[in-house]
C-alpha cells in the first residue's frame, strides 16, 4: 500500500510482461470473478480514483499518488475491509475515448470549432492532453471536425471485501489528465466494461473520489449539463449513472475553488446528468474565502496584516499558471486588503524545473529557471536598496501557489531580503517542519482545511484518533471522504439526501463536514462544521491555533489547538509594563534600604556570573 498505484504501468515495463503477469485481467475475467463472489446478495460499490498525471521521474507526483493511496486504504482498513495481498495490484487493459472538446462544442461549426476558447473553457492543466502512463502520449487529431482519439491505458484495479459481510469496494485508479474534456463518457468507457449487470444494479453503487483539480469538476458539472438526451450516446452515458439501486456520489476531497466558479450554485446537493437525473455531491473539504478568512484572522492578531492608515506593506508571490483556483485565490486575497499588494510573479514547478536543467551552463540565455527565481530576488534587493520597496515596512509576505517544492524554494531565498516579516502562505505540508529546512520555514503562517489528523468517534470511524500523522491536509480530507463513502455504503445511506450522527439533540451531517450545502455563507459557520486551521511552523511540529475548540462530543472534529499568543496582546503588555514598574519601585526603595540595596547586589552579581560561565 505504500506504492504507487501506476508504478508497473510507467514506461514500457508492462508492455513488456503483459504476456507474463497472471494479475493481468480482461474486463471479462473481472465480470466472471464479481458473479462469483457476489452471488445473489452480496452488494458492491463501484469507485473512481483519479490521481494527478505525473511523469514517473516527477517526484511530487508520485508523492501525492501515494498519499491518495495510503488515505484510501487506510480508511478501508478502519471500516473493516481486508486489505489482502498488500503489494498486489490487478492492471486490466481497457479502451478509453479522449475527448479534446466540451459536448457543446462538438456541435459548432468547423468555424467556430476554430475559434480560441473562452479562458473558462480551456483546458486547466497544460498537461491535460499528454499521456503521463508511460503510454503514446494522447495527439490530438489532424481533423479539427474530429474532437476525440482512442488511447489504450492499463488502469490499476482492486477488489476490497469487508470482513464481516458480504460487501465488496472494486477500485480502479485513473490518471485525471485521461478524464478530457467530457469526464461522463471516460468513467462510463471505465466502468461499463465491468459492470456485472448493467441492466439491473439494484445491489451496487457508484462513487467517485475526486477529481484532484477543481477545473476537472467544473468540467464534470458542465458535461453533465450539456448531456442532450435526444442523442443516443448521450442517452446511453446517461442512462448508465441511473437507477443505481445503492446510490451514485461524487464526493469532493481537494477542489476549493468557489461554487460559482465550479458551475454549482449555493448549496447544490446533486449534479445534474442530462435533464433529470441526479448524482449525489458531497464535499469534505472547504472553499478558498474560508481559507483566507482564517489566514486574514491570524495575520491580524499579529498586526501585520494591512490596515486603514498603516504603513505596513503586503508582498505576494503568485504563481502563474494555469489553474484557475490559485487566480481566484489571488483575487480573494487582494479584495481584503486594504492595500494593494506587491506582486510578484512566477512560473509553476519553479523548483522542478530547474533541478532538472542541465547545469554546465550558467550563462543568461542558458540559465536554468531556477536561476530566474534568484534575478528576482536580485531585483528586490535593488528596489529595497532604493527605496521603491523599504523591506522594514514589508510587514507580511504571502506566497500563493500549488506546489511545495515552488513554494519552499521561494520561502529559503525570501527570507533575506525581508528579514522581520511574518511569511504565510496556505495547505499545511509535513514537510516545512523537517530539519533540512527548519531554518527558512519556522515560524511560518500557514492556513489548511485540515492539519494532519482528525478526530472522531470509533464507532463511525474507527481507529482515527489512534492513526499516525498524514502528510497533509488533502491526504486527511481524503481519508476522511474515503470514510464517509464506505460507513454510507455499508449503512446503506448513499442514496439519502443527509447522513447525520446524533448526540443528544445536537446532529452532524457526514454529508455535509464543512457546511458548503448551506444557501447562507453565516450558517456555515454552525459548530457543527469543520472549520479551516491556521498554523505556525514550530522547531519540530507544526503547532495548531485555534481560537474556537470543535464540541468534543461530534462525530468528527479538528484536533484541539493552541490559542495563539497574538490574542493574549493586552495581556501581554500589562505584565510588561508591570515588571517595568516594579523594577523602579525596587530601585527607589533601595536607596533608602540597605536590605533591598545587598538584594539588588545580590541579583546583579548572580547575573554577571552566570553571563561570564556562558560566555566561556
Known sequence: MWDDPFTHVYGDQLQEIASKVPDLLAASDVTTILKEKLGDDGRIMYLVVPVPGAVHTDRSG??????????????????????????????RPSKLTYHFSTRAAEIKSPSEVDQEPPPSERIEDPDAAVDRTG???????????????????????????????DDYILITWIQETHLGKQPLSTL???????????????????????????????DLVRDGKQLDLTQQSDRT????????????????????????????????????????????LIHTIGSDERLLTALQRELTLRGVWPSDGSTNKLVI??????LSYVEEMQKSLFETSNQQP????????????????????????????????????????????????????????????????????????????????????TELDARYSLPDFNSHTRNLVVASHYGLGVRGRSNIFGRVNNIPSFRDGYQTSAFIGMSVLCHAFLEKKLKDDRFEKYYGDVSQDLFDLVGRR?????????????????????????????A??????LPLRQPAGVKSIHEHRPLIWTIVVAMIGIFLAFNFLAAFSTDASNFRDRLRNGYTATYELFQK
Not at 448549496?267 to 437525473?277: E, F, N, W, Y
Not at 474556537?548 to 462530543?553: A, D, E, M, R
Open 188 to 218: 462510463y468507457d471505465i466502468l461499463q466494461p465491468i459492470v456485472v449487470d448493467t441492466s439491473d444494479k439494484k445491489n451496487a453503487a457508484f462513487a467517485l473520489l475526486g477529481p484532484t483539480f477543481s477545473g476537472s469538476l467544473r
Open 548 to 553: 474556537t475548540q470543535s464540541p468534543k462530543y
Open 135 to 165: 503510454d503514446p502520449p494522447v495527439e490530438p487529431p489532424m481533423d479539427r471536425q474530429s474532437t476525440a482519439v482512442t488511447i489504450d491505458p492499463f488502469l490499476p484495479t482492486k477488489l476490497y471485501k469487508h470482513r464481516n459481510t
Open 317 to 322: 508571490f503568485a504563481e502563474q499558471s494555469s
Open 62 to 91: 508520485l508523492e501525492s499518488h501515494v498519499r491518495k493511496r495510503h488515505a484510501v486504504e487506510l480508511a478501508l482498513a478502519n471500516q473493516g475491509f481486508n486489505l489482502s495481498f498488500p503489494n498486489r495490484m490487478t492492471y
Open 518 to 546: 448551506q444557501t447562507k455563507a453565516s450558517a456555515s459557520i454552525s459548530q457543527s462544521y469543520l472549520q479551516p486551521l491556521a498554523f505556525e511552523i514550530g522547531n519540530g511540529n507544526p503547532i495548531q491555533l485555534s
Open 237 to 280: 452515458v446517461a442512462s448508465f449513472f441511473d437507477d443505481w439501486g445503492l446510490g451514485a456520489v461524487v464526493c469532493n476531497t481537494s477542489c476549493t475553488a468557489s461554487d460559482r466558479s465550479l458551475g454549482l450554485s449555493a448549496g447544490q446537493t446533486d449534479l445534474k446528468i442530462g435533464s433529470h437525473r441526479f448524482v449525489k
Open 342 to 425: 506587491v506582486v510578484i510573479p512566477y512560473l509553476k514547478d519553479i523548483a522542478d524545473s530547474g533541478s532538472q536543467s542541465s547545469g554546465g551552463d550558467s550563462r543568461g540565455d542558458h540559465s536554468t529557471v531556477k536561476d530566474y527565481l534568484n534575478r528576482s530576488m536580485q531585483e528586490l534587493g535593488k528596489m529595497a536598496s532604493s527605496r521603491l520597496i523599504n523591506p522594514s515596512r514589508v510587514r507580511a509576505v504571502g506566497i500563493l501557489g500549488s506546489s511545495w517544492e515552488d513554494k519552499n524554494l521561494i520561502l529559503e531565498k525570501a527570507r533575506p531580503i525581508f528579514p522581520v516579516a511574518t511569511f504565510f502562505t
